[in-house]
C-alpha cells in the first residue's frame, strides 16, 4: 500500500515568515501534485511535478519534486494571511490520472 | 471553475437508512472519482468511474456503491448508513484522460451524518 506522509500537520506563524512542508514516502510516484483547500470547498490544484529534481514557482511558493521521486516540498516565502489554508500533497501513478493518494494534509494558519 | 455540482450538500440520516450522493458534471470529462475526507486521514478513494458504466473500488470502497449510467452523473450509494460514514464526500472529474499526472477537479464536497 502506498502512503504519503506530510509534516507538519499544523502551522501556526506570523505573517512575513517563512515555511516549508514536506511530504514523504517510501514508493515511487509517476507525479506528485499539490492542492490547497479552504473551509467548506474543495481542493484545488497548486502545482503538478513529474521529473525528479523538478522545482516549480508560483509566486512565493516553490515546490520540488525529490530525485527519487519519492518525496516532495513546498516551500512558502514571506508567508501572509491569504496563505491560511489545508495544503495537501497527492501522488499519482500512470495507471489512472485521478487515482491519487493523498497525504493527511498540513493546516496553515497565518496571523497578522 | 470546472462545472460539478454534488447534490444534497448536506445530509443528517440515522444509521442503517439508504444514501445516495450525486456528481453532476458539464465538463464531458471521461473519469469521475469519488473520495471521502476525514480528519486525519486526508482524502481517500472510494470508487472511481473511466467511463459509462465502467466502474472500479478505489481503497475504501466497503459499504459503498456507485453506478455512472451517463457521462455527465455518478452517484454514490451507501445502501444502509453506518456512523463510521459519517465524513465529507468529494467528487472529482480528471482534466486529462490520458494517464499520469492529470489534475482533478473537486467539487464542493457533500457533508453527510450519521447518527
Known amino acids: 500500500t502506498q502512503l504519503l506522509e506530510q509534516s507538519p500537520q499544523f502551522l501556526s506563524i506570523q505573517e512575513g515568515e517563512n515555511l516549508t512542508v514536506y511530504c514523504n514516502s517510501s514508493s515511487v510516484f509517476s507525479s506528485l501534485q499539490w492542492y490547497r483547500q479552504e473551509p467548506g470547498e474543495g481542493p484545488v490544484l497548486l502545482v503538478t511535478v513529474v521529473t525528479g529534481g523538478e522545482v516549480k514557482k508560483l509566486k512565493r511558493l516553490t515546490f520540488q519534486f525529490g530525485d527519487a521521486r519519492k518525496d516532495s516540498s513546498l516551500h512558502i516565502t514571506a508567508a501572509q494571511p491569504g496563505d491560511t489554508g489545508l495544503y495537501l500533497c497527492a501522488g499519482g501513478s500512470s495507471s489512472n490520472t485521478g487515482k491519487l493518494i493523498f497525504g493527511q494534509g498540513t493546516t496553515l494558519q497565518v496571523k497578522p | 471553475d470546472a462545472g460539478i455540482t454534488q447534490s444534497p450538500r448536506h445530509k443528517v440520516t440515522e444509521t442503517g437508512t439508504p444514501v445516495t450522493l450525486r456528481c453532476h458534471q458539464t465538463e464531458n470529462h471521461r473519469y469521475m472519482y469519488w473520495y471521502r475526507q476525514d480528519p486525519g486521514h486526508g482524502l481517500r478513494l472510494i470508487h472511481y468511474s473511466y467511463g459509462v458504466k465502467d466502474t472500479d473500488k478505489g481503497e475504501v470502497s466497503d459499504g459503498y456503491s456507485v453506478s455512472r449510467s451517463k457521462t455527465e452523473d455518478f452517484l454514490l450509494t451507501l445502501e444502509s448508513a453506518t456512523s463510521s460514514q459519517t465524513s465529507v464526500y468529494f467528487c472529482?472529474?480528471?482534466?486529462?484522460?490520458?494517464?499520469?499526472?492529470?489534475?482533478?477537479?473537486f467539487g464542493e464536497g457533500s457533508r453527510l451524518t450519521v447518527l
Open positions: 472529482a472529474i480528471s482534466g486529462s484522460g490520458t494517464g499520469g499526472g492529470g489534475e482533478l477537479f
